[in-house]
């Protein structure tokens, strides 16, 4: 027989030989439940011997239950383990984190750098098309001298050939070569002589359409020249097709004034106008020049004005080899002095 003080301190060695003095303060309340009530059954005994038979089957139970927490794996080892996991996953995590912001960061050096490149790309365009207007201003002045060039030797001949030509009636281009001296040296062309030969490279397009106007205006020159070019390729008129403009301006009154590397360019664009004014937009119309000649020294008695188409057949007769597709409108006299 054992007595109970006995046997509550032969209990709690073997629980603190088993698992320690730390385990048995923290899990001695949780064990099962016929330890507890085999407790409550043996503290209400007081001080009277306890029935072997009881004895027996709390040391048999506690000693299957020893033996299956011996068996138990060691927890301090995986608290050890779960921490060094743990430790592990906030390691992971860090390099995680610090790895998106290396991403991040690279992600914006990109996009800096397809910036810089797209401001680079934007440059050497602006480079190229300044260039190109250069290119086309350049040719344009060279056009413009030739052009002068070219107007200079038809000048000196027409007055070559005016001056060795005999007649008998006063002509008015006689009268203007008489008693003048044969050129020495080819004629200094002024500026009004070039602003001249710019006019006749010029072409005028009359705009009415209010719409049309506010349209146009709203185009840079480029967009203006383009839309020209458009226009005249559409056409698909052989004698034009080819025919590009230099530059085109929208006037202060809405027109449009279109430049044409050469003279021939510009004069075969007023001849088809109708093949391209449609697409220029609505109420667009070319303007045809007309020039006018003022001869001196010729006096207006010798004028028979009934004899208008003789006279006009005759001046046109004396200047064809000059000009062949000359033609006169209309002749009249002035007595001012």
């Not at 207007?133 to 001298?145: H, P, S, V």
């Not at 000196?156 to 040296?185: D, H, W």
């Not at 449609?278 to 000649?293: C, D, F, N, Q």
């Not at 046109?316 to 000059?322: A, Q, S, V």
């Amino acid at each position: 027989m054992f007595r109970i003080d006995e046997l509550r301190v032969l209990l709690c060695k073997k629980f603190e030989k088993q698992l320690g003095q730390h385990w048995i303060s923290d899990t001695f309340p949780d064990l099962s439940d016929y330890l507890r009530k085999a407790l409550v059954c043996i503290d209400s005994t007081e001080k009277e011997p306890v029935p072997t038979p009881v004895v027996k089957t709390m040391i048999a139970a506690t000693s299957v239950l020893i033996t299956k927490l011996q068996n138990t794996p060691d927890m301090s080892a995986i608290m050890e383990t779960l921490a060094s996991v743990q430790n592990d996953l906030k390691m992971t995590a860090d390099i995680a984190h610090f790895t998106a912001a290396k991403i991040q960061e690279n992600t914006i050096t990109h996009q800096q750098i397809a910036t810089l490149s797209q401001e680079t790309n934007q440059f050497v365009k602006a480079t190229a098309e300044e260039r190109r207007t250069t290119t086309a201003l350049i040719q344009e002045t060279n056009d413009i001298t030739k052009e002068i060039n070219d107007n200079t030797k038809v000048t000196n001949n027409i007055v070559k050939a005016i001056q060795s030509i005999p007649s008998s009636k006063a002509s008015y281009a006689s009268v203007l070569t008489r008693n003048t001296a044969p050129l020495s040296k080819p004629i200094t062309l002024s500026a009004q002589t070039s602003s001249f030969v710019q006019a006749q490279r010029e072409i005028i397009v009359k705009i009415t359409d209010p719409a049309t106007i506010e349209s146009l205006r709203a185009k840079s020159p480029r967009n203006l020249q383009n839309n020209i070019d458009r226009a005249i390729e559409q056409s698909r008129n052989e004698h034009i097709e080819r025919t590009g403009v230099v530059s085109a301006d929208q006037l202060k009154s809405g027109d449009l004034s279109i430049k044409t590397s050469s003279r021939n360019k510009a004069e075969a664009l007023r001849q088809f106008a109708n093949d391209r004014m449609s697409r220029i937009g609505r109420g667009a119309s070319t303007r045809l020049p007309k020039y006018g000649i003022l001869a001196h020294g010729i006096k207006t008695s010798s004028m028979d004005m009934e004899k208008f188409e003789e006279i006009r057949a005759e001046l046109l007769h004396d200047n064809r080899p000059f000009i062949p597709n000359a033609d006169i409108k209309y002749y009249a006299g002035s007595d001012v002095r």
